[in-house]
Each structure stands twice: as C-alpha cells, then as structure tokens.
C-alpha cells in the first residue's frame, strides 16, 4: 500500500484543505475534518497510510 504525506493549509468549518509534501504539487485536497485527527491545526503534518490520516508533526 501506498503512502501520501500532507501538510493541512488550511481549516473552514467541517473540512481542511491538505497539499501533497513527498510530491511537488500546488493542488489542495478537500478532506472532511471527521477524517481527520481531532487535534490538527494549520501547518500539521499527516501521513496517509490504509486509508487511515495520522499526525506526524
């Protein structure tokens, strides 16, 4: 299985926008925030890993 990591750019309501890091790339993905660990903040690192989003930093 793959592994993605982002970085959260920003957070509006129930949904955060990530940018790709292990690649270069200017687009952003909308995720749902209930995807996602409950103690993200803006410049939080991720690692997308089986489907599942951990904080990495």
Known sequence: ???WY???VS???DYANLRRTDI???EL???ARA????E???GSKLKYEMFQYELIG
């Open 1 to 3: 299985m793959a592994t």
């Open 6 to 8: 982002y970085e959260v």
């Open 11 to 13: 957070i509006d309501g």
């Open 24 to 26: 270069r790339s200017d």
């Open 29 to 31: 993905k909308l995720v």
């Open 35 to 38: 995807l996602l660990p409950a």
């Open 40 to 42: 993200i903040t803006v």
